[in-house]
């Protein structure tokens, strides 16, 4: 899935690179050489920071196996499987949650629709 996103995201880049490089090379004037240099500059400098951003964003979104996020798929499951399968489907019948397991599952599905909001507003405080 990466190598699709850098690739796609490479592909204009790298073209606008060589596209610049031509265009010094073509360039017969002082000008048009430093105007060239310019345009280079400009694109590496936005290549660099594309990179960063999608590094950024690979940090920010974690793995897949954080014990918060497996909570998540655990509790997502068992509320899929109550819907579709006991409900929708009518194939079987779940027993209720009861006790801890009961808040458990109520804070994980608490945390997920709460979190972006508590992070929103930590986010307007800090400015």
């Given at each position: 899935m ?8 490479g592909?204009?880049?790298i ?15 002082k ?22 951003h999608?590094?950024y964003?690979?940090a ?7 014990p ?14 109550i ?26 599905v ?9 992070e ?8």
């Open positions: 990466w190598m699709t996103i850098i690739s796609f995201l592909g204009p880049v073209k606008g690179l060589i596209e610049a490089y031509k265009a010094k090379i073509d360039a017969g004037t000008d048009n050489k430093i105007a060239a240099d310019l345009a280079a500059g400009e694109i590496a400098a936005q290549t660099a920071e594309m990179q960063e999608t590094r964003r690979i920010e979104l974690g793995y897949w196996y954080e918060d996020k497996l909570m998540g798929y655990a509790v997502a499951f068992y509320i899929a499987k819907l579709i399968w006991d409900k929708v489907l009518g194939l079987g019948s779940t027993d209720p949650l009861g006790g801890w397991i009961e808040t458990t599952a109520n804070l994980v608490s945390f997920y629709f709460a979190k972006r909001g508590f929103n507003v930590a986010r307007i405080i800090k400015r």
